[in-house]
């Protein structure tokens, strides 16, 4: 039973090893602009007047 148990979470593993890397891959293959190729926005400061109910 133990040696099943140690199977199961090796392959497990390996598993996650090989997904996760690439699902990151193509998530950023998919993904249209990078972080660094967007546009910078000012955000301003609210108004008095939207302050006021």
Do not use: K
Not at 3 to 17: D, E, F, G, P, V
Not at 26 to 37: D, F, K
């Amino acid at each position: 039973m133990r040696r099943a148990h140690r199977r199961a979470h090796a392959r497990i593993w390996m598993t996650l090893a090989v997904l996760l890397p690439l699902v990151i891959v193509v998530a950023m293959a998919i993904r249209q602009q990078g972080p660094l190729e967007t546009r910078a926005e000012r955000i301003e400061a609210p108004s008095a007047e939207a302050a006021d109910p």
